[in-house]
């Protein structure tokens, strides 16, 4: 056996890179992590202090994945000696008979998840720090809380090194020439490989030009702005009723959403976000601006977050969003090389998910059958995308 060979190379050291490869290092596998900037860095989607943790899904195929992401965060909190995860509940508020609202009820109910049905006049009881209409009541997941992000990126990456897997930072991933035994050229060197997964977020499709494949995948600047809260405002993370809020809003109902959790990384703030952004290229993501995405928010503070301080945030932290037409990831093969697989596409919600992703993914590479039904993620789901070489 070919002793410089590895089992798996991972092209990719965001959340969903380091959990795959925590994964495959934790089967006995030879593993080697790749990254192409200097660790920690800020210009993928992994950065951070916090990230959203809900089993309020509409969609039944991510709700049945939470149960297993939880434990997995758990025992790397147990492995890691890190805390990782703040459950605060999380209400999801809309107009009355809204189809989100419907569907996340049923959802939580189909899942056995503890949750409540509250009526306007309970949600304003309970939450006075909020202001909705009559018309408005709320769905409210208990077990929903905050994942404290760069912290889990970090104890992954800790736990796989520990375990003897091998990350190489400062190591760009150049092209990637597929074969029985795969070669990855970087920046840095050559390294042979029975398995490549590509988990490069909204660097994907530049790694997957030189493979014959372009996915339909969308890269959005986004921001996350943290809000000065007046004190006593009810919005901090020691008071007990204060939940993850989040909100569909705009005309396309269906995906666009304003989401916050309540004052943890800096304290006397707020994070209070929308799940939505300018189109932006990775190289260059500064040129875009946020004045849009503040202006909606700022507004959208008036009208239901008295005690919030709506002129402008005092904190903004930029990131990226790797968006699919339908909003569901990309967990596949290539459609010609099998033994090259695609993490991607993780249209600004995978983040609680990248337990199961490193699994699914890691599973995939080891030419196992992957313990989720996989349908919804499939390449194929795309018309007209397929492999032109
Ligand atoms: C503002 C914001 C808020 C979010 N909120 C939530 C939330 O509340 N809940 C939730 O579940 N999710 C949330 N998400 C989504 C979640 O953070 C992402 O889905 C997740 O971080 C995607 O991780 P990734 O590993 O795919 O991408 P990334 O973190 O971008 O990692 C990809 C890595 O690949 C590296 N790379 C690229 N090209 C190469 C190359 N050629 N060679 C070597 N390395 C390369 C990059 O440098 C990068 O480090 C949020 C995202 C953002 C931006």
Same mark, same amino acid.
């Given at each position: 056996?070919?002793?410089?060979?590895?089992?798996?190379?991972v #092209?990719g +050291?965001?959340?969903m890179g380091?959990?795959t490869?925590?994964?495959?290092? *934790?089967? &006995?596998? =030879? !593993? %080697?992590?790749?990254?192409?900037?200097?660790?920690?860095?800020?210009?993928?989607?992994?950065?951070?202090?916090?990230?959203?943790?809900?089993?309020?899904?509409?969609?039944?195929?991510?709700?049945?994945?939470?149960?297993?992401?939880?434990?997995?965060?758990?025992?790397?909190?147990?492995?890691?000696?890190?805390?990782?995860?703040?459950?605060?509940?999380?209400?999801?508020?809309?107009?009355?008979?809204?189809?989100?609202?419907?569907?996340?009820?049923?959802?939580?109910?189909?899942?056995?998840?503890?949750?409540?049905?509250?009526?306007?006049?309970?949600?304003?009881?309970?939450?006075?720090?909020?202001?909705?209409?009559?018309?408005?009541?709320?769905?409210?997941?208990?077990?929903?809380?905050?994942?404290?992000?760069?912290?889990? #990126?970090? +104890?992954?990456?800790?736990?796989?090194?520990?375990?003897?897997?091998?990350? *190489?930072? &400062?190591? =760009? !991933? %150049?092209?990637?020439?597929?074969?029985?035994?795969?070669?990855?050229?970087?920046?840095?060197?050559?390294?042979?490989?029975?398995?490549?997964i590509i988990t490069a977020?909204?660097?994907?499709?530049?790694?997957?030009?030189?493979?014959?494949?372009?996915?339909?995948?969308?890269?959005?600047?986004?921001?996350?702005?943290?809000?000065?809260?007046?004190?006593?405002?009810?919005?901090?993370?020691?008071?007990?009723?204060?939940?993850?809020?989040?909100?569909?809003?705009?005309?396309?109902?269906?995906?666009?959403?304003?989401?916050?959790?309540?004052?943890?990384?800096?304290?006397?703030?707020?994070?209070?976000?929308?799940?939505?952004?300018?189109?932006?290229?990775?190289?260059?993501?500064?040129?875009?601006?946020?004045?849009?995405?503040?202006?909606?928010?700022?507004?959208?503070?008036?009208?239901?977050?008295?005690?919030?301080?709506?002129?402008?945030?005092?904190?903004?932290?930029?990131?990226?969003?790797?968006?699919?037409?339908?909003?569901?990831?990309?967990?596949?093969?290539?459609?010609?090389?099998?033994?090259?697989?695609?993490g991607?596409?993780?249209?600004?919600?995978?983040?609680?998910?990248?337990?199961?992703?490193?699994?699914?993914?890691?599973?995939?590479?080891?030419?196992?059958?992957?313990?989720?039904?996989?349908?919804?993620?499939?390449?194929?789901?795309?018309?007209?995308?397929?492999?032109?070489?």
């Amino acid at each position: 056996m070919d002793t410089d060979v590895f089992d798996v190379v991972v #092209v990719g +050291a965001g959340i969903m890179g380091s959990s795959t490869a925590y994964y495959l290092v *934790n089967q &006995g596998r =030879k !593993v %080697l992590l790749l990254e192409q900037f200097r660790l920690p860095h800020t210009r993928g989607s992994s950065h951070g202090q916090s990230r959203g943790f809900r089993k309020a899904y509409p969609q039944k195929f991510y709700a049945n994945m939470t149960d297993e992401a939880l434990e997995a965060w758990n025992r790397l909190e147990r492995e890691s000696g890190t805390s990782l995860y703040r459950r605060t509940g999380l209400l999801v508020v809309g107009k009355k008979g809204s189809q989100c609202l419907e569907e996340t009820d049923v959802t939580l109910k189909q899942t056995n998840c503890s949750h409540e049905r509250l009526s306007h006049a309970q949600m304003t009881k309970r939450y006075p720090q909020f202001s909705y209409p009559d018309n408005y009541e709320g769905v409210l997941d208990h077990t929903a809380g905050i994942l404290w992000a760069s912290a889990a #990126v970090l +104890a992954y990456q800790t736990v796989f090194r520990c375990r003897g897997g091998v990350l *190489n930072d &400062g190591d =760009k !991933v %150049l092209r990637i020439i597929p074969a029985d035994i795969s070669e990855v050229v970087t920046s840095r060197a050559r390294y042979k490989t029975r398995s490549v997964i590509i988990t490069a977020g909204p660097w994907t499709n530049k790694i997957l030009k030189d493979l014959g494949l372009s996915l339909p995948l969308k890269t959005l600047r986004t921001y996350l702005p943290y809000w000065r809260v007046a004190p006593n405002g009810g919005m901090s993370i020691e008071d007990k009723s204060a939940p993850c809020m989040s909100e569909k809003i705009g005309p396309d109902a269906d995906e666009n959403y304003v989401y916050h959790s309540p004052s943890a990384e800096y304290p006397g703030h707020v994070k209070i976000a929308l799940h939505d952004g300018p189109e932006a290229d990775p190289e260059n993501p500064d040129e875009t601006s946020q004045d849009d995405v503040i202006g909606k928010l700022a507004d959208y503070i008036r009208s239901h977050l008295p005690f919030v301080h709506a002129k402008k945030p005092s904190i903004v932290e930029p990131c990226m969003y790797t968006m699919t037409p339908d909003h569901h990831f990309v967990l596949d093969r290539h459609p010609r090389y099998r033994n090259i697989i695609i993490g991607a596409g993780f249209s600004g919600h995978g983040f609680k998910m990248a337990p199961v992703v490193g699994k699914v993914l890691g599973q995939l590479s080891l030419g196992q059958s992957p313990s989720y039904d996989l349908t919804p993620f499939r390449i194929s789901r795309f018309p007209g995308v397929k492999s032109h070489l």
